[in-house]
T-cell receptor
Framework: DAKTTQPPSMDCAEGRAANLPCNHS???????VYWYRQIHSQGPQYIIH???NNETNEMASLIITEDRKSSTLILPHATLRDTAVYYC?????????????FGQGTTLQVKP | GAVVSQHPSRVICKSGTSVKIECRSL??????MFWYRQFPKQSLMLMAT?????????EQGVEKDKFLINHASLTLSTLTVTSAHPEDSSFYIC????????????FGQGTRLTVV
C-alpha cells in the first residue's frame, strides 16, 4: 500500500472548517484514499473514502486532486468533539479491509 | 455502520499472569479480524490477522506464542496475552469488516491493559 504524508498537528477554531491535507504521491490506480480518526482512548472511526471523485457524507468531504497525488479532508463546521488524530490511508479496496497500515496521522485540536 | 465490541475495556493484571481480550462483531459475520497494539503517543501497529477456523497470521516481530489468537466463530476472536510483563502494557484494538459491499473497517473500542 502507498505511503502517505500528513502534517503532525493542526489547530482549528470551533465552528470553522478544518482542512486536513494528505500527500500520497505514489498512489496506484486501484488504490483508494481512506480517512479514519481516533479520539483519545477510543478505537478508530471510519470517516470517508474515495477513488478519484470528490466524496461527501454526513461527517466530512473528501477532495482528491486530479492527479490523485494528494487529498484534503474537510470538516465543514468543526466542533470540540472533532478533536482527534486523523489518519489518511491509501489501499486497495477489498474484502480484507480491516488490515490497515497506520501512519502517524494529524492531531487536530479544535479550540473554542 | 457495523458494530465491533471489545471486552474488557480496561484490565489490570499481575506480571506473569495471562489476560484474554474478546472481540465480537455484533451485527455481522467476520471470517477475518485484525488485532492492533498502540503504545502511548504512537500510532496503531498491526499485530496479527485472525482467521476463522484456521491459524492466525502474525506480523514480523510479534511473538505468536505470547499473543495467542483464537477465532472459533464468525463473530468472536480472542487475544490472550500470556505471561504478561509490564512492557506488554498497551492499548489493544481489534477490527473487522462485513463481507460483501463494505470496504471500510470497523473497530472495537479498545482494551487498556496494564501489567503491574
Amino acid at each position: 500500500d502507498a505511503k502517505t504524508t500528513q502534517p503532525p498537528s493542526m489547530d482549528c477554531a470551533e465552528g470553522r472548517a478544518a482542512n486536513l491535507p494528505c500527500n500520497h504521491s505514489t498512489i496506484s490506480g486501484n488504490e483508494y484514499v481512506y480517512w479514519y480518526r481516533q479520539i483519545h482512548s477510543q478505537g478508530p472511526q471510519y470517516i470517508i473514502h474515495g477513488l478519484k471523485n470528490n466524496e461527501t457524507n454526513e461527517m466530512a468531504s473528501l477532495i482528491i486532486t486530479e492527479d490523485r497525488k494528494s487529498s484534503t479532508l474537510i470538516l465543514p463546521h468543526a466542533t470540540l468533539r472533532d478533536t482527534a488524530v486523523y489518519y489518511c490511508i491509501v489501499r486497495v479496496a477489498s474484502s480484507n479491509t480491516g488490515k490497515l497500515i497506520f501512519g502517524q496521522g494529524t492531531t487536530l485540536q479544535v479550540k473554542p | 455502520g457495523a458494530v465491533v465490541s471489545q471486552h474488557p475495556s480496561r484490565v489490570i493484571c499481575k506480571s506473569g499472569t495471562s489476560v484474554k481480550i474478546e472481540c465480537r462483531s455484533l451485527d455481522f459475520q467476520a471470517t477475518t479480524m485484525f488485532w492492533y497494539r498502540q503504545f502511548p503517543k504512537q500510532s496503531l501497529m498491526l499485530m496479527a490477522t485472525s482467521n476463522e477456523g484456521s491459524k492466525a497470521t502474525y506480523e514480523q516481530g510479534v511473538e505468536k506464542d505470547k499473543f495467542l489468537i483464537n477465532h472459533a466463530s464468525l463473530t468472536l476472536s480472542t487475544l490472550t496475552v500470556t505471561s504478561a510483563h509490564p512492557e506488554d502494557s498497551s492499548f489493544y484494538i481489534c477490527s473487522g469488516s462485513p463481507t460483501g459491499g463494505h470496504t471500510e473497517a470497523f473497530f472495537g473500542q479498545g482494551t487498556r491493559l496494564t501489567v503491574v
